[in-house]
């Protein structure tokens, strides 16, 4: 329960972590289950997800569970059909390229596209001794994929629609919004203890633009979900180190960094009392045990004395070795 307590910003006995895409191919038993599955079998079957999810967890002496599951999903609510092509990453097969499109979105009933995500939780939560996250895409980030079509460097196309056609961009993210919403909600009613919400990749814009564009969306969407529930709220994104200052502003009740900002500059910017979790450098963990108990005794030196969480500054890398992650989860548990 540290995991929580830190959450709160109340004392604890020892450091919490957790480790952003414990459950994954890095780890030879997700390997097993993956020769069997594809991705999507395993998000869509509640027993083999609460399997996956259990992993991690079962190997590494770890503070908090994260619901095996992905931010795409949720995409086949607006009728987008999803597919991850081995190699390639995602696809979504019929991307919005038009406002005629927004206009024209109708929406399936939720427990269709993400109902066993819900079932999930409802199986692995009495497995668990650690606190359980829940979580979604922020609308941004969802938006990237879904005028993309799969994953993009520079989100050329959507920076492009959100420029030219502003109204059906604003129209989009407060459906995505609305959406996101009632999906947090959904994970919190069956029992998630906490809320993570992932704007991966938010960084590509302007401060400008991220307060124009994005700001009053991510604001309603945190906002709203504190008005139907009190499990807290961590908001995560990378890229954004140019502009921590608006992102206190959302008001999340915590919040997640990347390894491009020192966590002691980072804590200043986002507020000396607010909780946060980080950060980090992901390929650190693909570093001798010396180098990486110099970078994790760095960020525990300039972590403040309650209200923090170490992770990953963004997600674990595929080829990182599992006993790493054990030297590491071990250290922390010493
Ligand atoms: O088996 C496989 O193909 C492995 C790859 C994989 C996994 C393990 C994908 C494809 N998704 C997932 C599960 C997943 N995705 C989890 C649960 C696992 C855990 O944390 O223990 C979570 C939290 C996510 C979240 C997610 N999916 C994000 C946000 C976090 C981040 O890392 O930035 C994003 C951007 C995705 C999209 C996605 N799913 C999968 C891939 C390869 C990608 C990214 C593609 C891209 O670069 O655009």
Known sequence: MEFLKALRGEPTSKTPLWLMRQ??????????????????????????????????????????AIIFSDILPILETLWLKLEFVNGEGPVLHNPIRSAAQVQAL????????????????????????????????????????????????????????????????????????????????AQADVGVDALQIFDSWVGALSPQDYHRYV????????????????????????????YLNLIAELNADAYSIDWRVSLSTAHKQLGEHKPIQGNLDPLALLAPWPELKRQTDLILKQAPKTGFIFNLGHGILQQTPEDNVRRLTDYFAE
Not at 125 to 130: A, M, Y
Not at 163 to 179: D, G, K, N, Q, V
Not at 222 to 233: D, H, L, W, Y
Not at 234 to 242: A, D, E, H, K
């Open 215 to 242: 700001f009053p969306h991510l604001h309603k969407l945190i906002a709203g979900i504190r008005t139907r529930t009190s499990k807290p709220v961590i908001y995560f994104s990378t890229g954004t180190t140019g």
């Open 23 to 64: 459950a994954g191919r890095y780890m030879a038993s997700y390997r097993a289950l993956r020769a069997k599955h594809s991705l999507l079998e395993l998000v869509k079957t509640p027993e083999l997800a609460c399997e996956v999810t259990l992993q991690p967890i079962h190997a590494f002496q770890l503070d908090a």
């Open 106 to 185: 109708a929406l399936r009933p939720l427990e269709e596209t993400i109902g066993f995500t819900l079932e999930a939780i409802k199986l692995v939560k009495p497995e668990l001794k650690v606190p359980l996250i829940g979580f979604a895409g922020a609308p941004f980030t969802l938006a990237c994929y879904a005028l993309e079509g799969g994953s993009s460097k520079d989100h050329r196309l959507a920076k492009t629609f959100m420029y030219s056609e502003p109204e059906a961009w604003h129209r989009l993210m407060e459906i995505l919004t609305a959406i996101t919403s009632d999906y947090l909600i």
